[in-house]
């Protein structure tokens, strides 16, 4: 969440994949040197000596949902106060685009993040609806409709 803080995506990204579960099972031998489930995050990864690799404390809600948080909030931009959406993705240089649905009560939100510069960060063009919105943020409604935001980076 700091590298995200400080603007840095490919930092982030690569931190937000080193803590990631599915990660330490790419292979049989990392999975057997992991020794936790693949599904779940893990408090701690061990460092040192023989243990060095192996998860720790799996099924810690408070690290799941500070993974949660880092990768939808910091790393994705999504953010919500209020009842009002706004999208700062802070993201590697070589995404160029990825895509969100968001459901709100019986609304869905259709968000389509476009990066054709290659930036780690900034949103130039924020559209909801096909209109742009300069203030670069939305306010969500519950009224049973399909929304569609596109963000150009």
């Known amino acids: 969440m700091a590298e995200a ?14 803590i990631n579960p ?12 992991y020794k ?17 690799g192996r998860g720790g404390w799996t099924w810690y809600t408070g690290s799941s949902s500070w993974m949660y948080k880092a990768g939808i909030e910091y790393i994705l931009g999504l953010k ?3 009842n009002v959406l706004s999208i700062e993705p802070c993201i590697p ?7 969100v649905q968001y459901h709100f009560g019986e609304s ?5 993040v ?15 609806n096909g209109e742009e919105i300069k203030e670069k943020n939305v306010k969500l409604q519950d009224n049973n409709t399909v929304n569609e935001i596109e963000i150009i980076m």
């Open 93 to 99: 240089t070589d995404w160029k685009e990825y895509s």
């Open 5 to 18: 803080i400080l603007g840095f995506g490919d930092k982030a990204t690569e931190f937000f994949r080193m």
């Open 80 to 82: 919500i106060k209020e």
């Open 108 to 112: 869905i939100y259709n968000i389509k």
């Open 36 to 52: 936790v489930e693949p599904y779940v995050v893990a408090a701690d990864i061990y460092g040192a000596g023989n243990l060095a």
């Open 22 to 33: 599915i990660e330490h099972s790419r292979t049989k031998e990392v999975a057997g040197k």
């Open 114 to 128: 476009k990066n054709p510069n290659g930036k780690n960060t900034g949103v130039t063009i924020f559209k909801f």
